[in-house]
């Protein structure tokens, strides 16, 4: 049976935020070692410096992580360059399965996440659940769930996020044991039978105007947009020169496509929300997820009313799904782009409350990792889903 410990920091010192958080989460005094440290940093702190005394203060555990913009642990929200939060997990480490891969990129997202799915059906065919990390720059996420789920059916709920920069797009970072990687994808598999996780997103974003139409795509790469070069109509129509870089469109330039019927309902919303995480100079978009001839594509504008009441609604849902459990822990995913790029401080900590306070009891928030990065995973009509521009949360309930 597995147990979770989670604390966060804004400490400067790398070697020191580690420490300071393995002390809060197990206590002053406790002793630190753990079977999985889930790490998730803000680009202002040595990795390095980070992973090494991870290993010092938990030498028996396997570290998986990446790097984000900001944090989410239960002592609140924050997003400054020196923001460290984690998850430690104790217990069995035979139900605990981590598998990596390298050089994953859009053109064999599917291949990676079929070497990830293999790799965790080997250590463990009981996996029931898996925690998800990559790199979130240039890649076809829709295509690494298909990867996983070929291997591991797809009945076992994926969970997680991309890692990302401090909203430049430029590269993001991911950890595994004492390593640091540019462009890796991370899975945890869970095997404990007495845990089940409840997942679910919510965006609250409205599409505008007239679509635009992909009249030529390759996967995950948008080459033309209405007939013309793809970047060019796009920054166009933000109303931006076509040499903004993706760190200026990300927070202002969600793409929407339109959802089928029988998701609108569960959704909140008639769209699924899209970022461009990377562009070419002929003007090629990365897209993160493939994208087909003829899809449609709108501009977007946030609604601060529906992202509050698709918020609550999302909550009421998950206290329904725990049927009066209080979770053993909670992962967090949420966009980049709903933190301090888009909210004053004040709403944004009013969010984080809305979405702490119905999973806690006796005002105490459980274990909680939360990240903002630049994708989330999330179930959607009962299928696996990749997410953007969303709050997406994991709660991970004792049956």
């Avoid at 630190?32 to 680009?43: A, H, N």
């Avoid at 869970?190 to 919510?202: I, K, S, Y």
């Avoid at 020169?241 to 339109?258: H, Q």
């Avoid at 939360?370 to 009962?382: D, N």
Wanted: with cysteine; net charge negative; proline share 3%.
């Amino acid at each position: 049976m597995l147990s979770f410990h989670s604390a966060s920091t804004r400490m400067v010192n790398s070697k020191r935020a580690i420490t300071e958080c393995l002390e809060a989460a197990f206590g002053e005094g406790h002793a630190t070692d753990c079977d999985l440290l889930v790490i998730y940093s803000s680009m202002g702190h040595n990795f390095q410096h980070l992973l090494d005394q991870a290993h010092e203060m938990a030498p028996s555990a396997r570290i998986v992580g990446a790097s984000c913009c900001g944090i989410v642990g239960k002592e609140g929200v924050s997003e400054s360059m020196k923001d460290v939060a984690i998850m430690a997990v104790r217990g069995a480490p035979e139900e605990i399965s981590v598998a990596h891969v390298d050089g994953i990129l859009g053109n064999n997202s599917y291949e990676k996440g079929r070497e990830l799915g293999r790799q965790l059906k080997a250590q463990h065919p009981g996996i029931n659940m898996v925690y998800f990390i990559a790199s979130g720059i240039d890649i076809a996420n829709d295509s690494c769930i298909a990867g996983i789920e070929s291997q591991l059916g797809s009945g076992v709920t994926i969970f997680g996020a991309t890692s990302a920069d401090n909203m430049k797009g430029v590269i993001s970072f991911q950890f595994l044991d004492n390593q640091v990687y540019e462009h890796a994808a991370l899975a945890v598999g869970f095997a404990d039978p007495t845990l089940e996780v409840v997942t679910r997103a919510t965006h609250g974003f409205l599409a505008i105007g007239e679509p635009m139409e992909v009249t030529r795509a390759e996967g995950h790469r948008i080459i033309e947009l209405d007939g013309r070069p793809a970047w060019e109509v796009y920054t166009e129509r933000l109303g931006l020169p076509a040499s903004a870089t993706c760190g200026e469109t990300i927070p202002i330039g969600a793409l929407a496509e339109e959802l089928p019927e029988h998701l609108k309902k569960e959704y909140g919303n008639d769209h699924i929300l899209r970022a461009v995480t990377k562009h070419s100079d002929d003007g090629v978009m990365y897209y993160t997820t493939e994208c087909s001839k003829g899809t449609k594509l709108w501009l977007t504008v946030r609604d601060e009313e529906l992202i509050f009441s698709e918020m609550n609604r999302m909550m009421e849902w998950f206290v329904e799904q725990g049927n009066g459990r209080t979770p053993v822990a909670v992962f967090h995913a949420d966009c980049l782009a709903r933190g301090r790029f888009l909210f004053s401080k004040v709403i944004k900590d009013e969010l984080i409350h809305c979405m702490q306070h119905p999973l806690s009891r006796d005002g105490e928030v459980p274990p909680w990792l939360g990240i903002y990065g630049f994708g989330e995973f999330a179930k959607l009509g009962g299928a696996n889903t990749y997410h953007n521009y969303t709050t997406a949360i994991y709660a991970l309930y004792r049956r």
